[in-house]
């Protein structure tokens, strides 16, 4: 099994699982503004996910200025994600400060 790492910019975070990785994105992170719609999202999965979710490929592209090679990597890794991870898991670690269900 391939270790996860957390992919923010300046952390070496690394994880056992995706759900880890996520959940320390969330509560670790200061949260990140929405360059499209000004939303303040958690860093990293969730902010991929709202910009990918809320917005157009075009949208994201203006606002980040970013080309088609930064969109395909991030909608890889929201696909790599999605099909690890269990969500559900995720969003009960969040609101329980990510300690695992067994602390």
């Not at 991929?48 to 990597?73: G, K, L, P, Q, T």
Request: aromatic share 6%.
């Amino acid at each position: 099994m391939s270790l996860w790492t957390c992919g923010v910019a300046g952390c070496d975070g690394r994880f056992e699982d995706a759900e880890s990785a996520v959940v320390h994105q969330t509560n670790e992170h200061e949260r990140t503004e929405c360059k499209v719609c000004g939303a303040i999202v958690p860093e990293g999965y969730f902010a991929i996910r709202h910009a990918f979710d809320e917005h157009s490929r075009a949208e994201y592209i203006r606002a980040y200025n970013a080309d088609s090679a930064a969109v395909r990597m991030r909608e890889g890794i929201q696909e790599a994600i999605e099909a690890e991870a269990d969500l559900q898991r995720i969003v009960e670690q969040v609101d329980a400060g990510g300690r695992a269900e067994s602390e």
